[in-house]
């Protein structure tokens, strides 16, 4: 066999439909957000976490080759509430000092028409996981792209509010996820 025609086939191969990578896309934090809203006492209230960071690759042509592998410092959590955000550090909600953070680690991705898809994947949080669906818009202009995604989440599912916070009385079992990304073509 030529070397020739070795280094041809393997540039066929490279080239060929669905055997290429999604494009990387690297988080521009000053213009992104991972937030939440939830309620306390009956009134709504919204946070973020501050620090995350992520390996996202997409391309709405190679959706087979895509990944979203998020990993959130929830230690971050920010609540505009000093007395919220050092109860959720304890045991019964976060439990920082034994799972300092969270993952979404992305299986599959479904086209929806437009710029809609969604994204299927593992949420792990205290060491819970559990399979979700990301319903997000993906809009690329050049080497820019913004990602906004919403999900609803049942805070116990998780075990997060644990004991008496579990019911649900004081702080609501729904959690509004929102992710607004400004992401740069790597």
Not at 64 to 84: G, I
Not at 111 to 134: C, H, S
């Amino acid at each position: 066999m030529s070397y020739r025609w070795l280094i041809a086939l393997a540039a066929c191969l490279l080239a060929a439909p669905g055997l290429s990578q999604a494009t990387e896309w690297t988080i521009d934090h000053a213009g992104s957000r991972l937030g939440f809203e939830a309620t306390q006492s009956g009134a709504a209230f919204d946070g973020e976490f501050e620090e995350f960071s992520a390996v996202m690759r997409f391309d709405p042509e190679n959706l087979d080759q895509a990944l979203f592998d998020v990993t959130v410092d929830v230690t971050s959590f920010d609540s505009s509430s000093s007395d919220r955000d050092s109860t959720v550090a304890g045991k019964e909600w976060f439990w920082f000092k034994r799972f300092p953070e969270a993952r979404f680690v992305t299986t599959e991705f479904r086209a929806l028409g437009g710029d809609r898809y969604e994204a299927v994947g593992d949420l792990t949080i205290k060491g819970i996981g559990r399979q979700i669906v990301l319903p997000f818009a993906w809009i690329i202009a050049g080497d820019q792209a913004t990602m906004q995604g919403d999900v609803t989440l049942n805070r116990t599912d998780f075990k997060v509010g644990e004991g008496d916070w579990a019911k649900g009385k004081t702080v609501g079992l729904q959690v509004d996820v929102k992710v607004r990304l400004a992401l740069k073509r790597s």
